[in-house]
T-cell receptor, first 109, second 113 residues
Framework: GQNIDQPTEMTATEGAIVQINCTYQ??????LFWYQQHAGEAPTFLSY????GLEEKGRFSSFLSRSKGYSYLLLKELQMKDSASYLC??????????FGTGTRLKVLA | EAGVVQSPRYKIIEKKQPVAFWCNPI?????LYWYLQNLGQGPELLIR????????DSQLPKDRFSAERLKGVDSTLKIQPAELGDSAVYLC???????????FGPGTRLTVL
């Protein structure tokens, strides 16, 4: 099976850097997605990691280590609008997508 | 490019009543997903379509839930009869193919009284 663990909630200050971790137990997967979801809205795509290493997209970066069974999303120069839930999702091929429960990030002024 | 369209946005029904949700995916997207999302949880896949074919419906409670995507474009998800525990947000998503990022619709918030 596949278990995905994320911290339930995190708090950070505007302008700071925050790292949201995602650990998983699975026998194999094709890639790992990160989505952002504002309260009451639909998830929106942030990043997709297939290979180990860091993928950078502006203020957001995502890292994957298959050997260690974890990924993280790094948010730099935090803004108030970054307050949202961040969902980690595994794509295991054969049409299987599994989402984590999400991490609710609060950015304080 | 228009996004994924869902209707209705909100639905309130009494238990044991039927309800249906509609989804129009992004044009050209072959893969369509229906998810259920409870408050504070991640989306849980109910069913996934590749064109007209349901390729994964293992999590769909088939005694009361049904779905169709007859022409490989629009899709409907039906619950009959609805139970109190079905109260949730029902999200539709689409992607060009199975490995691409998913584009989510705004969801239908169902309340069963």
């Amino acid at each position: 099976g596949q278990n995905i663990d994320q911290p339930t909630e995190m708090t950070a200050t505007e302008g700071a850097i925050v790292q949201i971790n995602c650990t998983y137990q699975t026998s194999g997967f094709n890639g790992l997605f990160w989505y952002q979801q504002h309260a009451g809205e639909a998830p929106t795509f942030l990043s997709y990691n297939v290979l180990d290493g860091l993928e950078e997209k502006g203020r957001f970066s995502s890292f994957l280590s298959r050997s260690k069974g974890y990924s993280y999303l790094l948010l730099k120069e935090l803004q108030m609008k970054d307050s949202a839930s961040y969902l980690c999702a595994l794509y295991s091929g054969t049409y299987k997508y599994i989402f984590g429960t999400g991490t609710r990030l609060k950015v304080l002024a | 490019e228009a996004g994924v369209v869902q209707s209705p946005r909100y639905k309130i029904i009494e238990k044991k009543q039927p309800v249906a949700f509609w989804c129009n995916p992004i044009s050209g997207h072959n893969t369509l997903y229906w998810y259920l999302q409870n408050l504070g949880q991640g989306p849980e896949l109910l069913i996934r379509y590749e064109n007209e074919e349901a390729v994964d419906d293992s999590q769909l409670p088939k005694d009361r839930f049904s779905a169709e995507r007859l022409k490989g474009v629009d899709s409907t998800l039906k619950i009959q009869p609805a139970e109190l525990g079905d109260s949730a947000v029902y999200l539709c998503a689409s992607s060009r193919d199975g490995v691409d990022e998913q584009f989510f619709g705004p969801g239908t918030r169902l309340t069963v009284l």
